[in-house]
């Protein structure tokens, strides 16, 4: 038989799949913004990158468990108010978990499928978000070592936590564990209830009770008593004790002693489906057509059902940074806020960023008509300089003219002359117009009645950025024919029809 002591010294604390769901979603917000920006575009990249880290800083846990709150399994949804309350009083010192009933955690396909959602269910205090199987009591033993306070409800006594209530005390000691009650029976009687459970030997004078009837919830009764039992806890964690050992070891067996020294499979499936879907997602969003109406229309519905997800969260967040301000914690409601302003920020600012790609992308409608609008407008321009240099050779002895400024000039400056012909505007003659270069080059001179004459030229425009401002380069000469150049250089071998 194995020596169950060795094989405790490598039990694994519960698993915390929020906490590894965030840190997942925060790797896979840069990995789909590189796997998008290729294809899609730089802003579709950080859009799609800022609404995953959105998602993450929502679902953040604030830092490992080191408050527990433990009750019948039967209690989940019913506790969620009562938790949320002693959180917000507790404030940023303590993160308040529980153990989520192994029957209820969410099904392994629907983990696999949308582990997303299933962290938008558990953030919040809205569930229990620690889970362990029929390991959990090997678990929690490990979990309990760094454990500063420990909430057990006996309002619902069932054997299960009869087990919880000996483990707490043995493991963690009565100075860090706090008995929830109410005023169905008197103090008295829920004392002596812990006497049976916990045995003479234990006084149960020393027990700390805390009354958490509705009445005082709304109250600030429960946040003195709470905050009074805090301030008496022991400094530290309790580490590891002998007696909490012992009884993992009298009520464990060693198949269970022995699953709980591996990851959760929850946790491994929760890593693989945020990879996978965070892959496909990118994948898909780069290459499925997004003008197809069916497309649009199941991307629309899933969405709105996340949108509705995500939004139930927030309001859970709002609640908590509210009640971190009601229980004094000011600055802690603060940080609350501040961060519930960056989710809201990059949530808005994934979408923002989107719409700047599809508007003023390469590929976007609006780029496309606004490049085509700059390479007809160039056309134009280089017509435009045809008909100058015909006028500028009839008028000046020296033919063409080999530069765009004695084309043009400021007619208010004084009288037209050969190196300002005040024929084009002075924004073509600075050879910049339409997101294009001007240029006249290769000019042709002969002697004409013995004086120099240019009797040919080239002029070429370019895209000042190839793709954005204009896909073509074009080229003009003395012939008046207009060609271009399909890469946006001056190599012009196409005429313009």
Known sequence: MPDQSDLLAHTR???DPLRVITIVSVVSAFFLGLVTWPASGIFAGLGIACSTLSFALLIAPPGKPNAIYLRAFRTDKSTAALRTRLAAILGTDFRLSGIRPPKEKSPPFLRFLLPGIVAMRYAGSKFMELEAGDDWMARLWRTYQKTRLVFIDIREVTPHVHQEIEMTLQTVGPDRCIFLINRDKPEAEWRHLLTEIIGPENDPSNLKLLDVSPDRLSSRLIEADLKSLVAKLPPG???ESDRGRQ????HVSVESITKSRHPSAMTVIGIVAALAISSAFGLAWTFIPHD????LLGLGC???????LWGSSVVRVIARAIGLGRAGHKRAAIRAWTALLIVLLLFVGGPALNAVQTLW???????????VAYEVSTIQALRTLNTAEILYSSTYPTGFACSLFALGGNP???????NAAQLITDDLAGG???GYTFNISNCTKTKVNGQDSYTGYQITASPDVAGRNGDRGFCTDESGVIRYDPNGGTNCSVEIQ
Do not use: T
Not at 247 to 250: E, G, K, R, S, T
Not at 302 to 308: D, H, K, R, V
């Open 412 to 418: 208010n400056s004084g009288p037209a002359s050969p």
């Open 237 to 239: 964690v309790p580490g």
């Open 302 to 308: 899933a969405l709105a059902f996340i949108f509705m």
């Open 432 to 434: 910049k117009k339409f």
């Open 361 to 371: 992308g390469p590929e976007a409608p609006l780029m496309r008509s606004r490049k």
């Open 13 to 15: 604390p519960l698993a």
């Open 292 to 295: 197809n109406i069916f497309i």
């Open 247 to 250: 009884f993992v070891l009298d």
